[in-house]
């Protein structure tokens, strides 16, 4: 069974760092690309970005939002996926998910979530 | 960047209803809508993909149709535990984009 499970969440204050992880089973983590997504009751889903597998070269993308401050990353001897947040801002208060991004390029499974709270 | 357009965003309906829910795209994205269900507190379950294809394991009271920018996912005969947070997604350019989302509640 394919499972994705996000950690990391918690409050932090405004101008710190937060490191959050999807710790994902039941299918070979190295074939596919992760992504990463939030949400907001006042904005709804947003695409944060994603990394590619390491055959595919291991390319990454960022929304305009937090392109320079967030950093995703990948660990495929684990099976983990990680999304490094710098120089966080209340607007990136949200709940976090990550997914795996299907072949047709596409997020197919998602993970419960975790939440993050910037705050001080 | 596509913008999508999800209607309603709330919708209360009685069990053996026929549901439509509705996603617009700002242009042309083809075939390349997305379905999701999601509960509170659980991982979103993907439930159409490719606007019209049924993903395994979904049962077949859920369909979609549609093409190009106006889109819809239906649930035949509703159930229960169809009462749920339910959103689209467009994946035909970057950055792919959601609709507003619709939260479907049982009368």
């Known amino acids: 069974e394919v499972q994705l499970v996000e950690s990391g969440g918690g409050l932090v204050q405004p101008g710190r760092s937060l490191r959050l992880s999807c710790v994902t089973s039941g299918f070979t983590f190295e074939d596919y690309a992760l992504s990463w997504f939030r949400q907001t009751p006042g904005k709804g889903l947003e695409w944060v970005g994603f990394i590619r597998s390491e055959a595919a070269g291991g390319a990454k993308e960022y929304a305009a939002s937090v392109n320079g401050r967030f950093t995703i990353s990948r660990d495929d001897s684990k099976s983990i996926a990680y999304l490094q947040m710098y120089s966080l801002k209340s607007e990136d208060s949200a709940m976090y998910y990550c997914s795996r991004v299907e072949r047709g390029w596409y997020p197919g499974y998602w993970g419960p979530g975790t939440r993050v709270i910037v705050s001080s | 960047e596509t913008t999508v357009s999800q209607s309603p965003t709330f919708m209360s309906a009685t069990p053996g209803d026929k549901v439509n829910i509705s996603c617009k795209a700002s242009q042309d994205i083809d075939d390349d809508m997305n379905w999701y269900q999601q509960k509170p507190g659980k991982a979103a379950i993907f439930i159409i993909k490719e606007a019209t294809t049924l993903v395994p394991g979904i049962p077949p009271r859920f369909s979609g149709s549609g093409y190009g920018t106006d889109f819809t996912l239906t649930i035949n005969n509703m159930e229960p535990e169809d009462a749920a947070y339910y959103f689209c997604?467009?994946?035909?350019?970057?950055?792919?984009?959601f609709g507003q989302g619709t939260k479907l509640e049982i009368k």
């Open positions: 997604l467009q994946h035909d350019n970057f950055p792919w984009t």
